[in-house]
């Protein structure tokens, strides 16, 4: 797991022994997208038509936890993605352990789906929005402690980019403890209260729309990829 | 969100300040594609094999709206498809806010094949046909809605590629515009009648049967990618 | 749609005017390849976990059509892949009017499953095997025919890769009509008596099982893409 | 299936004649990536959100049989899809052949959810667990053999990478072989003790938590492909 290459230098497929076969980040990122794209779209199967009838446009309007469940859905898996997106900038190479990891991340993300549905679903339940909300932000800690496990993964075995500026990467480091720390913090939290433990693990999420610092590379920006 | 970069160089990653990291547009493709494909096939998974026994060919036939529906939902989500892959030749790079613009536009494409289900479902039931179809028209006009914000915001972040004729940028921000406005005052429209709604927002989606513009560059045209 | 390039040079973003932007074809690959992932996976839903009891095995053994149901449909969706996989060799760019023909075939491939099942779960069933060997002759000579018209549509708009030799671009063509046409023929045969339609409708399936033949070029012929 | 070329130049598109078209890995990967990734997610869609009530916390946790069986699923999938990452190192072209085979290979792996949602669910149930647990271990050998057969295929047609060195290729289909061996004579003890066919099946499964061995070159390595 060691890295003695010229940065400038591209890798190569027998760089990191240890970690198999060493590829870029493409294939890793096109099999999240697939997951994501699936995760993000389920939801959707749980809709079903009402029933004809007078009251088509009341049962319609019925159906809003499911819409609900949808769009909080939507927004956390979009959320990750978008930040996905931009750490497939930040990895150079995908290895073995890295890919687990990898795996071990999209586990989380396929699932999220189910706790958010009994959360949205549930909300106007007074019996079953408790248990269902602290589940939720569970579901939450657990995603972020994933995706924390993905990057400290990336770290360890030289996957992330060389190339990129060392305070750059004690920054993102920080960052990622941090959220994944308050997501932990949140999910406790909800068991005495799930109202306060439910806002601060919104609060991290919501936290991700905000724009993740553009990368600072020790020599000049590598060229963005896809270009003729 | 500023540009000072020669055209004729390829962009840089750390190009676009507070946009996290700029990459090409395949990713982003690819996660729409996946999400296309997902939306565009789930209307057969409502499609249940009739029971055994000698009205079978009629039961077949009695699934007509769902046939209806899976058509319906394929010819928008397909010819969004279709011009999603034109503007991605549109698009030279993608940022974080152009990100989050085309997680709200996909949130919309998952979304559009239920409203669709629903009209065509309950397209011969009296009661629910006209709700149903308001529904699904107010669908297709946030459908069209979304393209347009993300359209707004890549032109914002400077993603727009910048070889391009900027006549021909205004050009197709007026298509644009012509379609969604048009999109929202069916949807209007359709709750004074479901009938002239319903006939205008269809007449947008067919108009994107023709092809759009050929696009005029101001130097000599990019290479088609993926050339070996 | 005229064509004037010297073919040795790479095709260019506007080069077939009232065709939009001219792409490569990977886009429209990933979509394809994201599409007949999910038609391919989708039967495998139908599958239920039977009752715990004394008769498990049993009732695991009796869902035996719809193992049918998935087999024939991965046989026949992985068939249809393997020459697209091929085809996507044949096509250099890809058009508007390319891009909708290929909507529409995927149209047919994304409903394959439903005859698919409809015939394979009730193969056992005197009274609705013929309707239901009918309803799958007939679904197979539409797909059949959206892949010729996609063929014919490609061939129309200079999509087809131009340094192909043409002698080998018409036996490609010959191939296609022949197939098309017995896939039809298949369907108006199974009205009459079903057994043989289905005999021939799937010997035109086996017969994809074979090698399609390698493309010959005029000059050298081009790299296999993918190479770093 | 012959291989004339000097290893250091790329492959071209009619190089392997009786193989179609050859091209490179990457539109295999594109549509095993996205089968993977469908066949990963699809257990998540057996979860149902309870009923509301005083019970709810307990009737979400009494869904346990099946958050076992989205695990259990998401380590075979994920694990093979880890390895098929590293295969894809492996392999440089892709012909007819070994497009066939990888069809058979993703069929298997379209399938194995469902086996494992039989056995993780019923795993509770004296009666259905063993037969449950004969249809999980059978499947996980069924799956074995196809990626042996995958991995033959392509060996066969020369579609591995002709740069690797001889005696590494030998190794790794010394190491197919025996974790395929292992996995029949699993399938085969599971009809007397399911237990113990089991426990061999899974110990084979766990075994590829390991990183397989780095790839060894003739000459030099290539470059880890998607460099910008």
Redesign the interface.
Known sequence: MTQTRDPQE??????????????????????A??????????P??E?K??E???H??AH?FDLWPLYLA??LS?LVI??Y??HH??S???Y??????F??AT?LF??AI??I??PT??FA??IA?P??RE??AI?YVCALAATALAWLIKWKTGCATGDVDDRLDPAYVRRLNRKYEAATALSVFAAGLAFLRWEAGLAVALAVILFY?R???????VG?????????
């Open positions: 591209p890798p190569r497929m027998d760089e990191h022994p240890g970690e198999g076969a060493v590829r870029g980040t493409q294939r890793m990122e096109i099999f997208d697939a997951l994501f794209a699936i995760a993000f779209t389920l959707v199967l809709l038509v009402p004809p009838g007078p088509f446009a319609l949808y769009l939507a979009g959320l993605w978008v997106h931009f497939g900038a930040i150079r190479t995908t290895g073995h352990h890919l687990l795996v999209l586990t396929g699932f789906g189910f549905r009994a679903e549930r339940d019996e079953a248990p269902a589940f729309l724009a993740p610092e553009t990368p600072v590379y000049r920006a590598p060229k963005a990829e896809g270009e003729s």
